[in-house]
């Protein structure tokens, strides 16, 4: 009985960590986190704001990103189900949805899911191939967050945050690099020679 309780226990981890590890794969989703957390944080500045905004928020606001939920893996719109889900009521057209709750949302959806993993899947994510040490290989982050191990609990800590950060980061330096781009490729257009025909 025991065995076949802790193999149905280890599918259902190993089902979640697929679903989680799809979450992280959203660009729509990370694109919301990345915009919540960088208005949350008084590290990044107005520019920084606005070329998130223009560049992965309002674009991703467009499709309305996907999250799908951790326990049953369906799929939900973060942009309808937030308009829907705030009816009056159940009254059609009766609700109010705040872009900050959406964002909000968002990264904690992210920051959820990065609980769901293993170790070598954030080092992964972050496109990283070190050589993790033996006692953090095939580690669910959750069963160091529950250890009464005080190192344990800090390295899950500082692989959620340290990730959370390394994504608004990229983001920010992504969202920047196409607002350069489209400055350059303006100021060409201003210039540039028609062709001849």
Same mark, same amino acid.
């Given at each position: 009985?025991?065995?076949?309780? +802790?193999?149905?226990?280890? =599918?259902?981890?190993? @089902?979640?960590?697929?679903?989680? #590890?799809?979450? $992280?794969?959203?660009? !729509? ?69 705040? +872009?900050?709750?959406?964002? =909000?949302?968002?990264? @904690?959806?992210?920051?959820?899911? #990065?609980?769901? $993993?293993?170790?070598? !899947? ?76």
């Amino acid at each position: 009985m025991t065995n076949s309780k +802790e193999k149905a226990e280890q =599918e259902a981890r190993e @089902k979640m960590r697929a679903i989680a #590890l799809k979450n $992280l794969n959203e660009k !729509d989703l990370l694109n919301f986190a990345i915009a919540y957390l960088t208005q949350s944080n008084p590290g990044f500045g107005e520019e920084d704001n606005s070329a998130v905004d223009e560049f992965l928020y309002q674009p991703s606001l467009k499709k309305g990103p996907n999250a799908y939920d951790l326990k049953t893996g369906d799929k939900a719109n973060l942009l309808l189900d937030g308009l829907l889900g705030s009816r009056k009521g159940g009254k059609r057209y009766t609700g109010q949805v705040s +872009e900050y709750d959406m964002i =909000e949302s968002a990264a @904690k959806i992210v920051q959820d899911s #990065l609980g769901t $993993l293993k170790v070598s !899947d954030v080092i992964s994510l972050l496109g990283s191939d070190v050589k993790i040490k033996d006692a953090y290989k095939n580690v669910y982050l959750g069963d160091l967050a529950k250890s009464d191990n005080k190192e344990y609990k800090q390295i899950v800590q500082t692989l959620i945050g340290g990730y959370m950060g390394y994504m608004t980061t990229q983001g920010v330096s992504k969202a920047l690099g196409t607002r350069a781009s489209t400055i350059k490729s303006g100021l060409e257009n201003i210039v540039k020679e028609e062709d001849k025909k």
